[in-house]
């Protein structure tokens, strides 16, 4: 069993009240291969929402008090990521998942690749919070490009 990031799957939780779909994943989903998580809601933050991103380092950085989670209006998050990714990895346990695929580039389920905090667009290396923690206990962390990559599957879009 495998958690994915819900808006892979087409469920509306992105910030902007949209998502990421990608038919590959919600046929994986279709066939009972994954679970849905959107850490951020898990975490109490409403859909829409005002964007976040990480301050002062990454996902490893949040979780070690050394950097937070701040809205585009300055607005601390913290907290509200931290509460979703323990309640991602308490679903990853439950469950049995030994891997998690997902959507790059976000402050809570970036993988390798997050945004630098500054809303500028630009990409640092580095986890979100989310797979920060997952990686801690143990679970592989795929970005949704990287997985699909790996399965073989051509999606025309590249992740920088």
């Known amino acids: 069993m495998k958690i994915v990031s819900a808006c892979l799957c087409g469920i509306n939780c992105k910030y902007n009240g949209g ?15 994954l679970i849905p998580v959107c850490p951020e809601q ?30 585009r209006d300055g607005r601390d998050v913290t907290d509200s990521l931290l509460k979703g990714a323990q309640e991602t990895l308490l679903i990853a346990i439950q469950a049995s998942a030994d891997e998690a695929i997902l959507q790059s580039r ?32 143990g679970i592989r962390v795929w970005n949704d490009q990287d997985y699909l ?5 051509c999606t025309g879009i590249e992740s920088n």
Do not use: W
Not at 106 to 135: E, H, Q, R
Not at 149 to 153: A, I, S
């Open 42 to 71: 898990l975490g109490g933050l409403p859909t829409p929402r005002t964007a976040c991103e990480i301050a002062g380092g990454t996902g490893i950085g949040v979780i070690d008090g050394r950097a937070r989670a701040l809205t």
């Open 19 to 33: 998502n990421n779909l990608n038919p590959y994943f919600l046929d994986l989903l279709s066939e009972g291969e």
């Open 106 to 137: 976000s402050p809570s389920c970036g993988n390798g690749k997050i945004y630098d905090g500054t809303f500028t667009g630009k990409l640092i290396n580095g986890d979100g919070v989310t797979s920060a923690l997952l990686k801690q206990h």
């Open 149 to 153: 990559r790996e399965k073989g599957v």
